[in-house]
């Protein structure tokens, strides 16, 4: 696959939960078209309830859309959900460790479900880890670590597992500002240097103008109403109008 194809796409995709015309049936997502290149890093915007999830959710093979076709490298994600195993990691806002297991433990989690031999997992965990500035820590458990470590732990989760899809929902958004900060603009290096494709949800304006390279606001029920290219020769003054633009669709 070259770099111009996109790894993942939603053709005409629609969504609804519940009968179809029944009274009680809720239209989620409404004709979405969306193509993400292999490498890119999204940052999906909307207001609450818009489909943001459902969305992830098609993506990653838990849902299949009630119309229109998802692929993901060209294949369909619920019909074959298990040749994606270890391919799509989900990072969520809640760190979502397993508190009986220390921090490299629940790194080594994915691999085991993936069956790679114990000394490959352990060294692979530790790595990431050791990546994730944890050094030292591999033996704790959760309860022991702060809330930005233990998100570390999971950010060094999505990564041990080796997936190129990595689907984030709201990842930062418990954290402190500092905190969170630090950590998304590590996270963004790390998601370039290892060539992954990443999608993350945000209600930040700020993070997505920080870390995102293309800049997606839905409307409701899930629909494109605007996307928005970022490069490195974005200025500040175009991220400014920018700023406008995604303000003037939420607040609509
Ligand atoms: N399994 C379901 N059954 C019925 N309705 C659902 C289901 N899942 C989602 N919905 C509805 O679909 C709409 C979109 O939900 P979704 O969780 O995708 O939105 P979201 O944009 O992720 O919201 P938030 O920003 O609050 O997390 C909501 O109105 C929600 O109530």
Redesign the pocket.
Known sequence: MTSSEPIISLKQVS?S??KAGAASS?V??DGLDLQIGQGQMLALL????????????MIAGL?EPTSGIVTVDGRNPFREFDSFRGRIAIVFQNDRLLPWRTAIQNVELGLEMLDIPAEKRRATAMQWLTTLGLRGHENDYPHALSGGMRQRVSIARAFATDANILLC??PFSALDEMTGRALRAEFARLVKQNGKTAVF?T?SINEALEIGDRIVV?K???NIAVDLPLTAATTDVEKEKIRGQIQGVLAA
């Open positions: 969504k939960f519940g809720y989620a997502v909307g207001k609450t309830g818009c489909g943001k999830s459902t969305i992830f959710n849902t929902d709201e949800i209600h839905l409701r029920p899930a």
